[in-house]
């Protein structure tokens, strides 16, 4: 049976992109952030998993306003990166798991949650960005990868607690697939900005640190917050942490049928850092009891 | 029944919904348009050309030659649409959120630099924050249009 081995959470800012693209992991601006992510690169070696179930959200490319998908489950063998209108990113073709996609789409759907399948998309620095986080830059990927799509653009967005319910059921579906595979399951996005308006540029390190606290210790508690406290504490933009709710309910502790006193998951790492241009950045990885 | 809107209050911010997602329709998919490099080089060569292509509202042309940023998103824009604007234009994230402050550049990376925007005075229209319609343009702008 295929397992869930850990989680992981970061943000997916593009400029962290166009940093490592432009070669300026180095400079002063760039150096605390990359230095943050040393230990989980590390870990990404030891730990390399064989596929990463990738939830982040498509800013415009894939979907225009035709079509918004709550939820899209990517079920191709390849996905490229995509022309966000910089010209496409120079980072490896992003293999798929059409075996895994599907079962999972099978399990998810008749667990009740009505994902989109999407048999064909480009992929943007939602999705490539948290890969060089943790993998640094090579010539490919280190394992396929499922990307699944959360609309956070055009309310309404999911509630946390739908997201959360979600990752509880991907988790199921996971642990019933017949091959000895084991899973990543990556959260992405936030932590609190804002990219609009007069307000552009806010960030709540205190909010964030404590959504971190709560995404440890309380997931269940945590998704049960509103959307408007999202907006009005971490930013019109926050809104993307709903997302990082679906890994953790994707966790062993908090499974629907775990017995009361689970395991809770060992945090393997926890970096915060402000800015990386608009954006607080957050990091988590969390493992699953062996 | 209208849509429920509990963000309203919030200062400085529009949240991007289906009534705006309806008025933007087509500024929006303008935006896409100009994901491929052959749209770009069209839209350089001849912006009121490629902007009357499109079924959009004269005020919302307008606003995108002005590069508006705000008016754009009144005008039913979403920023992750307007960044494609901003991509052809070689701008950044950063500078495009900071222009819709008043702040110049640098002010607005400084602001980044040293921690960011606080939620203080920010969370309801009414209170004292540096976002609220009371005190725009920041920064400096804003100090020489209150001497």
């Known amino acids: ?290 | 029944m209208s849509l429920d809107k509990p963000y309203l209050d919030v200062p400085g911010t529009t949240i991007f919904d289906a009534d705006q997602s309806r008025k933007g329709y087509h500024l929006n998919q303008f935006c896409m348009s100009l994901m491929k490099a052959a749209n770009r080089e069209r839209f350089k060569a001849n912006e009121r050309a490629c902007l009357d292509e499109w079924p959009m509202t004269e005020e919302q042309k307008q606003a995108v030659l002005a590069r508006d940023l705000n008016r754009c998103i009144a005008l039913g824009g979403n920023i992750y649409f307007l960044a494609k604007i901003g991509a052809t234009d070689g701008k950044s994230f950063q500078q495009m959120a900071g222009s819709m402050t008043g702040m110049s550049e640098d002010e607005y990376r400084q602001m980044m630099i040293s921690g960011g925007r606080s939620a203080e005075g920010n969370r309801r229209i009414g209170e004292d924050g540096d976002a609220q319609a009371n005190r725009q343009p920041q920064g400096k702008a804003g100090a020489k249009a209150g001497d």
């Not at chain 1, 166009?18 to 690169?41: C, H, N, V």
């Not at chain 1, 709710?245 to 006193?261: F, K, N, Q, T, Y």
């Open chain 1, 1 to 290: 049976m295929a397992h869930i081995t850990a989680s992981v959470y970061t943000s997916h800012v593009p400029a962290i992109g166009a940093a490592i693209d432009l070669g300026k992991t180095g400079e002063p601006y760039w150096q605390p952030l990359f230095k943050g992510y040393e230990f989980s690169r590390q870990w990404m070696k030891e730990h390399t998993p064989d596929v990463i179930f990738l939830v982040y959200n498509d800013h415009a490319t894939a979907f225009s306003l035709d079509m918004i998908p709550t939820f899209a489950i990517g079920c191709a063998a390849a996905f490229q990166p995509a022309d966000e209108g910089w010209g496409p990113r120079p980072v490896p073709t992003v293999i798929g798991h059409p075996e895994l996609a599907a079962h999972i789409a099978q399990s998810v759907i008749q667990d009740d949650f009505d994902l989109t399948i999407v048999n064909k998309m480009d992929v943007d620095h939602g999705l490539t960005v948290p890969l060089n986080l943790m993998c640094g830059s090579p010539a490919a990927w280190p394992c396929p990868v499922i990307p699944f799509a959360v609309n956070v653009v055009q309310y309404p967005v999911p509630s946390g607690r739908r997201c959360f319910n979600l990752g509880q059921a991907i988790g199921r579906a996971v642990e019933s697939f017949d091959a000895p595979l084991k899973v990543q399951i990556w959260g992405t996005g936030g932590m609190s900005h804002q990219l609009q308006g007069p307000r552009a540029g806010l960030i709540n390190k205190e909010w964030d640190n404590r959504f971190l606290d709560r995404l440890i210790a309380d997931p269940e508690g945590l998704s049960r917050l509103p959307h408007i406290d999202y907006v009005r504490e971490a930013g019109s933009e926050g809104i993307e942490l709903v997302m990082w709710l679906i890994a953790r309910g994707a966790m062993s502790d908090v499974a629907r049928d775990a017995a009361s006193g689970a395991a809770k998951p060992t945090v393997a790492h926890r970096f915060y850092h402000v800015p990386a241009s608009n954006t607080a950045v957050g990091h988590l990885i969390l493992e699953n009891p062996a």
